[in-house]
T-cell receptor, first 114, second 113 residues
Framework: DTGVSQNPRHKITKRGQNVTFRCDPI?????LYWYRQTLGQGPEFLTY????????KSRLLSDRFSAERPKGSFSTLEIQRTEQGDSAMYLC????????????FGSGTRLTVV | TQLLEQSPQFLSIQEGENLTVYCNSS?????LQWYRQEPGEGPVLLVT?????EVKKLKRLTFQFGDARKDSSLHITAAQPGDTGLYLC?????????????FGKGTKLSVKP
């Protein structure tokens, strides 16, 4: 297993366009998380899945954001009608069933909305 | 409201110096974790502390969890340029079997040769 993989690494899009990011977690991990990080800040929680069930969504996740994890494997995060304020690093992480084991993060997708 | 406050926010030191960074909260956590993040990459887990008063060492890095499980510190001895990065603390609540980690804003460390 090569760790958590995120694609694409970088995305530049025009305001108003839709974008979709993909995350492939470590196969043995049943939990998958999405975070957003802006410059000078720590990661902010967006949503998480246990297997295919989306168990929690942050208030940060407006109705323009949607995440899926079909069959409990890879996950996608879609942002519709992007705004300049959506520009950030989007991080995916996976973990075993208990948080004390910690997260394994991917390298992130850097989104720039112009 | 920031649940985990990290200090200092920025730290620039010379190679060979010692330093301590802090992670404080008014909330109790079942565990606290420390991550290091380099530019353009995701954070990498350094350590998890789960017991109040626990001390863990990782080469030149010493991590401590406060007795009340509300705070933690990271001490680096004889810092090296390779220690440069963003150090993040993250806390787990509710026993750690559900929910997500809450991150602080981080301490950006620069070690100059």
């Amino acid at each position: 297993d090569t760790g958590v993989s995120q694609n694409p690494r970088h995305k530049i899009t025009k305001r108003g366009q839709n974008v979709t990011f993909r995350c492939d977690p470590i196969s043995e991990h049943n939990r998958l998380y999405w975070y957003r990080q802006t410059l000078g800040q720590g990661p902010e929680f967006l949503t998480y899945f246990q297997n295919e069930a989306q168990l929690e969504k942050s208030r940060l996740l407006s109705d323009r954001f949607s995440a899926e994890r079909p069959k409990g494997s890879f996950s996608t995060l879609e942002i519709q009608r992007t705004e300049q304020g959506d520009s950030a690093m989007y991080l995916c992480a996976s973990s075993p069933w208990h948080l004390d084991y910690g997260y394994t993060f991917g390298s992130g997708t850097r989104l720039t909305v112009v | 409201t920031q649940l985990l406050e990290q200090s200092p926010q920025f730290l620039s030191i010379q190679e060979g110096e010692n330093l301590t960074v802090y992670c404080n909260s008014s909330s109790v956590f079942s565990s606290l974790q420390w991550y290091r993040q380099e530019p353009g990459e995701g954070p990498v887990l350094l350590v998890t502390v789960v017991t109040g008063g626990e001390v863990k060492k990782l080469k030149r890095l010493t991590f401590q969890f406060g007795d009340a499980r509300k705070d933690s510190s990271l001490h680096i001895t004889a810092a090296q340029p390779g220690d440069t990065g963003l150090y993040l603390c993250a806390g787990a609540r509710d026993g750690g079997s559900q929910g997500n980690l809450i991150f602080g804003k981080g301490t950006k460390l620069s070690v100059k040769p």
